[in-house]
């Protein structure tokens, strides 16, 4: 048997052997993707930009000549347009085997699809946000999802899942903002490596990515693509950090860079990220993908390139393996080594490492998914994702209205209480194709509305819309518009229209209770209000919704806002008065239910705020670890948030004892053990998240007035007590020096705990002594918490 085919033979060897082989053109065919609509009859067409048609019979033949030389990986076989999920297995197995059986060494490609908030493709389970995710503050939950998600992946063939995000949040006018963890960095990095756990599973035999290395979400001014401008300290710090958790803890498969410039270096051209700390210093082992249309942007809009081939080298030599979507710049790989920008070396290091994945993955044992196999939409990963939307609505502010007692008379009343997409994240399969113009799939989403219907002990007196959002969903700006002049000005699709608010108000009049549905709709490039190219100068509601909530309110009846969406907005001064107001983000094809169970308290709110709600866009940029001095000097009054990281009311009160420090002085290599006796004070059960803040009392750099480190939900019955107790490694107390390395510093430190950011309850201080200490690769990165009841 030849050695590359044999599956007995190890890993490197079949790899020499198979390189050996392969001629330059097969070498390169390995280093991108093809972005194809597939056909079951082998009448496979390229993907072509939304204003050309399709390929001619002519293209058609050159493509075939051109897949003849193999593939790297296959973009999005199910998830590029509406096709049965069986359909589309079958599409690609026809692809596959044309691969495997009819190209000269028969190297079998890798399936990507995007699988942020479930598999992108129809008829997958829809699953709630990352905001959702992380607002659950419950690791393992995240695990579960992930690893249902990554079931769905595998039974239609997927290789390589595009998730997940690991963005910190930083500013809520970023469209992206839905699509991450958080703003706190270790939160952020524990959610995403139990995400890449749960997705790639025990063998890592589907390749998680992590995006968007790195800073993507601090540009500048919140706009898709814009520079950022960061040292290397702050992004060490803020933004590294989770990736290295993921890769370090979770051994994540595959990175993807972003599209920006960090200090005038574009992200998909910088060695330094890509090979030295990714690979190098970190001990990276899987593949880094490109962003879609990254290398493109290098020379379209960076300028650090002339053209096609140049972009493509400079991707390539500084550590990218394939390029995606498809071969924009790597079909002129050929043309880079001639003019000597790229080496065979370089091409040859590249190919062995995308072609070990594919080894190790088993593809070439296993090329193909069995289309009679295909399992979607499980009562199990139902029951998952309708779980994960009920723990992370979180309740902001309530009097007593909720939960709804006492068959009170209901309105429903706004824009999203009956829209299925208000539910949904831009990832998700029915949003990410308004951008394409193609029909929403939405039969299973059910909606609050819907929900509500079904719910007994309240009386609905009816549904009135109040306003529209959009009127019409349809597709956006270019995905990358820039701002040459030479475009016409975008036009905004919000609706001002304020004609549906009288009827909302009289339906209003004739209730016990307004439910006010209200928030944003996700839609990429503008075809939305959030999301991916929907950036924002405003954190007011969009459209007239401001005006509906000030009329319901002027009403006098009790009016609980329920608030659906990828960012938060602020009421606009209704904060106090309204009766009650819960942030459900977008809590996927169950949230109606999650949402209608908490209203009448077959739930409590058990979630908590991952993102700070700003007072408003001009507190912009706003995060709860920010340093002293961003308050402004005097402390400006629009800065700061009411609603702080790790807020969240229950329907009782918990009481904290004095925190209690093991050891007031610990060593250099040891552990910080602080507890804290919490009680419940109030009439109900209920559950609190408790949360252990570091504040780093002097150190050599700049750091922020606290960081979380610890946390640890306990339920309590009336009146039961619990002591909680944190271990927190010494190692977790660092920070990056100029030099570029993670060190730790003798010195105090202030021990917090609390019930968020903003409510300290106890505080205590520890002595950490020894000589600074620099940390090696095998740092510890995670803290401990322990319950007794």
Not at 476 to 484: H, K, L, R, T
Request: proline fraction near 6%; charged fraction near 20%; aromatic fraction near 6%.
């Amino acid at each position: 048997m030849t050695i590359y085919k044999d599956p007995t033979r190890p890993v490197a060897e079949r790899v020499a052997d198979l390189l050996a082989r392969m001629t330059p053109e097969e070498k390169f065919a390995q280093m991108h993707a093809y972005w194809l609509v597939l056909s079951p009859d082998g009448d496979h067409r390229e993907r072509t930009d939304l204003s050309d048609e399709f390929s001619g019979a002519t293209q058609q033949a050159a493509l075939a000549e051109r897949l003849k030389r193999g593939a790297g990986q296959i973009t999005r076989p199910l998830g590029t347009h509406i096709v049965a999920p069986r359909e589309g297995v079958r599409a690609a197995n026809r692809l596959q085997r044309m691969l495997v059986e009819e190209t000269r060494l028969g190297i079998p490609a890798m399936f990507h699809e995007e699988c942020l908030v479930g598999l992108l493709c129809k008829d997958a389970t829809l699953f709630p946000s990352s905001l959702n995710y992380g607002s659950t503050w419950d690791p393992e939950l995240v695990e579960q999802a992930a690893q249902a998600i990554g079931q769905e992946a595998r039974a239609v063939g997927c290789h390589q899942g595009l998730a997940p995000v690991l963005d910190v949040s930083r500013d809520m006018r970023w469209g992206r903002t839905e699509e991450t963890f958080g703003e706190d960095p270790w939160l952020v990095g524990l959610m995403a490596t139990r995400y890449v756990k749960g997705l790639q599973g025990p063998h890592r035999d589907l390749l998680a990515t992590l995006k968007h290395y790195v800073g993507h979400s601090f540009s500048e001014g919140a706009r898709n693509h814009a520079p950022v401008h960061l040292g290397y300290c702050e992004l060490s710090d803020t933004f590294l950090l989770p990736f290295e958790m993921a890769v370090k803890l979770a051994h994540a498969g595959s990175v993807m860079p972003a599209y920006h410039d960090i200090d005038n270096v574009p992200t998909h051209a910088d060695d330094f990220l890509l090979t030295k700390v990714l690979r190098e210093q970190w001990g990276f082992d899987g593949i880094i993908v490109a962003d879609y249309g990254g290398v493109s942007l290098l020379h379209q809009h960076h300028g650090v390139a002339q053209d096609a081939a140049h972009s493509a080298a400079l991707a390539f030599n500084a550590g990218l393996d394939i390029e995606l979507p498809k071969d924009d710049c790597a079909r002129h790989l050929a043309q880079a080594l001639e003019r000597g920008l790229i080496t065979m070396d370089k091409v040859d290091e590249i190919v062995a490492r995308v072609l070990a994945e594919k080894f190790r993955l088993g593809l070439f044992e296993h090329p193909y998914a069995d289309e009679n196999d295909i399992v979607l939409q499980s009562d199990d990963t139902r029951r998952i994702a309708r779980e994960v939307a009920a723990r992370s609505l979180t309740l902001l502010e309530n009097n007593g209205v909720l939960p709804l007692r006492g068959a009170p008379r209901v309105a429903v009343v706004g824009p999203t209480a009956d829209d299925p997409l208000a539910l949904l994240s831009g990832y998700s399969f029915p949003v990410h194709l308004i951008i394409s113009d193609m029909l929403e799939q939405t039969s299973q989403v059910t909606t609050p509305l819907a929900a509500l219907r079904e719910q007994p002990g309240i009386a609905l007196t009816g549904y009135a819309k109040g306003c529209h959002i959009i009127e019409k969903r349809m597709a956006g700006a270019p995905v990358f518009p820039g701002d040459s002049g030479e475009k016409p000005m975008q036009q905004s699709p919000v609706s001002d229209d304020v004609s549906l608010i009288p009827e909302a108000v009289r339906l209003a009049t004739e209730s016990d209770v307004v439910l006010a549905f209200v928030g944003d709709l996700s839609g990429l490039f503008q075809s939305g209000t959030v999301g991916e190219g929907s950036d924002t100068d405003s954190l007011q509601l969009p459209g007239v919704q401001q005006q509906l909530l000030e009329a319901l309110v002027e009403t006098g009846k009790p009016v609980v806002v329920v608030m659906t969406g990828g960012r938060p907005y602020h009421l606009g001064g209704l904060e106090s008065h309204v009766a009650a107001w819960v942030m459900a983000w977008a809590p996927g094809q169950e949230g109606g239910h999650a949402i209608a169970d908490l209203l009448t308290g077959k739930r409590e709110p058990q979630g908590r705020l991952v993102v700070s709600v700003p007072k408003s866009a001009g507190a912009m940029p706003y995060y709860y670890n920010h340093k002293l001095k961003s308050g402004g000097t005097p402390y400006a009054f629009h800065f700061g948030s009411r609603y702080p990281f790790g807020y969240g009311k229950t329907w009782t009160t918990f009481r904290y004892g004095e925190l209690e420090i093991a050891q007031a002085r610990v060593p250099m290599h040891g552990d910080v053990e602080a507890s804290v006796t919490v009680i419940n004070s109030g009439a109900q059960p209920g559950s609190e998240v408790v949360q252990l803040y570091v504040r780093d009392k002097v150190a050599s750099l700049v750091r922020p007035v606290q960081e979380l480190k610890a946390f640890g939900r306990v339920s309590l019955a009336p009146g039961e007590r619990a002591r909680v107790t944190f271990r927190i490694p010494v190692d977790m107390l660092n920070f990056t020096s100029r030099d570029g390395v993670r060190i730790v510093e003798p010195g105090e430190f202030e021990i917090r705990v609390g019930a968020n950011s903003g409510d300290i309850r106890s505080r205590g201080t520890v002595t950490v002594e020894g000589e600074t200490h620099e940390l090696g690769n095998n740092w510890r990165m995670l803290s401990e918490c322990y319950i007794e009841q």
